[in-house]
């Protein structure tokens, strides 16, 4: 098959309106249509995502100057981490997106880090190191329109409701055949789809079917039977709620999501041009929803359930098997999920399309196990890291932290944690992983030093050959940098609503 001729994409929410539209873009001879109900809901959150979604944007030759109005978007430079460490002067820190701007201060960080983790007091919080962590305290927009040629990878925080329609138009203005109706049965013969089944619309027959169907995956799990595998011993979460709050743009809008540590979970905030979007994800066998929804209004200080809302939301953490099968291809919540600590939802999106449009024009015998093995390794390394915040924690407060520290690891994060201490086995262990990592050696570092890993004492000197590096040097190098390229974010996004600014 070198492009199929017809597609059903099952299912209306970010997942199926992005993959509508990067299948429009891979194949404009196809005829593309997308089923959706207008009685089953959108799972209507998600709203922060990795620099991966400036490349989708890119690809499709979308402007930010003509989606993000659209929806109240703001630009993203990283995460904050507070409270998922207890160590005195490390409570919190910055996870950046890393540019090339970062070459110069990022080095010094791992230099200072060796010397600490062999006990050296050597100033290695990730914090002072980092462009994006300056530009996240300054509240500014990573966009340099003094020297343009300056490539930096950031990401977004946007209401996802907002960015589904924006998609959808675009897909429809391009030629997508819209169908507004339930699917009621699949039917399949011989491991193969044969129809989808509308209650109002019959038979719908294609060559290719994608599930976008959310958590119910209709299509993968259900009718085609593809095992899921879960994740529930490796990350204990599965549920969340969420309320949005007012934000006073006046102070100037953060660029950064914060992921703050609670009793049984963490808190998000995000930011947005007409409100934060805040939720906590928690553990249903640690906290009710009733305390969940107390807990995350007292942390938000919006105790008016009238002004402000909760939605509570059950999460199914883990993946399938087989993310594509014979002619389905599931896309999204529907192929699986790793809870949304570090934003990376739409990115494995983005990347399963991507790589299922690369991969199903090969006549390989072997495309289909090989697409499969590059997807679950794309997962696991995500949720590799994700886990590693996990049982890292230091907090001592409830039994959900504490079992947390005991939390399931993969033989990859164990090699890594267990020759952490050791320089020069940690950077071997990052070697040897190379091919098998979704994060690579800047998040590692900074994650394990953010949260304190390193000597209780630190009592040696450093060796005369080693002096310690001035960490003024390399926080002096951010802050000139930053004060001399980067706008004040609501500047920048002024400029950029023109008049569709509040
Ligand atoms: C708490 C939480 C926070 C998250 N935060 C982030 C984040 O910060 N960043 C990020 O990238 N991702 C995040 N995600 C994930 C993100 O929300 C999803 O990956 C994204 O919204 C895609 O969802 P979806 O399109 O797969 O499913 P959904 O939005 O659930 O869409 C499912 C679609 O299928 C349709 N459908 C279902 N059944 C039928 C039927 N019988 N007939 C017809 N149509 C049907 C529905 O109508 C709907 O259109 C988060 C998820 C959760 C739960």
Redesign the pocket.
């Known amino acids: 098959m070198v492009a199929p001729e017809s597609v059903l994409i ?8 992005m993959t509508a539209n990067l299948m429009q873009h891979a194949w404009p001879e196809a005829t593309i249509s997308l ?16 620099p991966a979604l400036k490349q989708f944007f890119k690809k499709l030759k979308i402007s930010e100057s003509d989606w993000m109005p659209e929806c109240n978007a703001t630009y993203k430079v990283g995460i904050s981490f507070p409270n998922w460490s207890t160590r005195p002067g490390f409570e919190s820190y910055f996870h950046p997106f890393f540019s090339e701007l970062d070459l110069k201060p990022g080095e010094p960080f791992f230099y200072n880090s060796k010397l600490q983790k062999d006990g050296v007091s050597a100033n290695a919080h990730p914090d002072q190191y980092f462009v994006t962590a300056e530009m996240a305290r300054r509240r500014c927009a990573p966009i340099s329109e003094k020297y343009p040629q300056i490539d930096i990878d950031y990401g977004y925080h946007f209401d ?1 409701g907002l960015l ?1 329609e924006f998609l959808k138009t675009r897909a429809i203005a391009n030629g997508l055949i819209h169908i507004i ?4 049965s699949v039917v399949v013969d011989n491991e193969q789809i044969q129809s989808v089944i ?1 209650k109002k619309h019959g038979t719908l027959i294609a060559d290719l079917y994608v599930d ?5 995956s ?1 299509l993968l799990q259900k009718a085609l039977g593809v095992p899921f595998k879960h994740y529930k011993e490796n990350l204990f979460n599965d549920s ?1 709620v ?1 309320i949005a709050t007012d934000i006073d743009i006046e102070q100037g809008i953060p660029a950064e ?1 914060r992921s703050s540590a609670l009793s049984a979970g963490w808190a ?1 905030r ?1 930011p947005l041009v007409n409100r934060y979007g805040n ?1 906590y ?1 928690y553990s249903s066998d640690y906290i009710s929803s009733e305390q969940a929804e107390s807990e995350l209004r007292e942390h938000l200080q919006a105790f008016d359930e009238e002004k402000y809302p909760a939605r509570h ?1 059950k ?1 199914k953490v883990g993946r399938v098997e087989q993310h594509w099968k014979s002619n389905c291809l599931g ?4 192929q699986g ?1 790793i ?2 600590l570090e ?7 983005q990347y399963t399309i991507e790589e299922f449009i690369q991969a199903q024009s090969s006549n390989n015998n072997e495309k289909y196990s090989e697409f499969n093995t590059k997807v679950n390794k794309m997962m696991e390394g995500i949720r590799d890291y994700i886990v590693c915040h996990y049982v890292t924690n230091s907090r001592d407060d409830s039994a959900y932290w504490r079992d947390c520290r005991n939390a399931k690891r993969s033989s990859n994060l164990d090699k890594l944690l267990s020759s952490w201490s050791n320089n020069e086995s940690f950077e071997q262990a990052l070697r040897e992983l190379d091919n098998e990592l979704v994060y690579l050696r800047p998040s590692w570092y900074v994650m394990l030093m953010g949260v304190g890993r390193f000597p209780e004492q630190l009592s040696h000197q450093a060796p005369t050959d080693k002096p310690v590096f001035d960490v003024k040097k390399a926080k002096g190098y951010c802050e000139q940098l930053v004060d001399d390229v980067f706008p004040s974010h609501n500047d920048y996004l002024k400029k950029l609503y023109q008049d569709k600014w509040a």
Do not use: H, K, R, Y
């Open positions: 099952c299912g209306g929410g970010t997942a199926g309106w089923i959706e109900s207008s009685n089953i809901g959108i799972i209507g959150v998600g709203e922060g995502s990795t996802s589904g109706d339930d699917i009621t509308g976008c169907t959310g958590f119910s209709l969340a969420a999501t998000w995000i939720g994800v939301l999460m896309v999204g919540l529907s999920f809870e949304p934003a990376t939802a739409l990115m494995l999106v």
